[in-house]
């Protein structure tokens, strides 16, 4: 599994910008999914990552889209797509191994150049709702969150004690 390992600096890497750049090494999901032969690979998140103490597993979707181009229909279906394909190829990799673990799946978008906090928070909670991620929450995963880099780093040092390193 580790030789699907990419730093987050490579697995957040968008056309012309990296999103989170950190050297902590995570699942390198849409390079896992390679392990199954599929007529037409499935659109799946970025990174994953599995804690066996809190029976979780993570997906992250990273984004590095301008903030006008991330609230589209075509990304609105990605993202729900990403999520759902996702789910089904962990099942079908990883068998009953993982199977009741709790799934987050989370959505980082690059820091844009805004000196208002609370602009951001707003944004967040924006797009969380544009994309109508509580739906699948009822259904298919235990949370789900929209967040910048900045988030994820303190949502995994909270959540899991993972400090990213610079």
Known sequence: MWNNADKLSKLSEGKN????NFKNRFINFDRLKGVIPYPKPPMTPDMLYI?????EVVFVEFKSNEEKNLKT???KFQIKRKILDGIIVFYEIFKEKFCN?????????????????EVMNYFSNELYE?????????KFLKASYVMNCDELRNFFKTRFGISFRT
């Open 17 to 20: 910008e990296i999103v989170c």
């Open 101 to 117: 673990f709790q799934k987050i799946y989370i959505l980082v978008y690059r820091n844009f150049k805004n000196p208002e906090m």
């Open 130 to 138: 544009y994309y109508n991620l509580e739906e699948l929450e009822k």
């Open 51 to 55: 804690n066996r103490k809190k029976s």
């Open 73 to 75: 229909n075509e990304i």
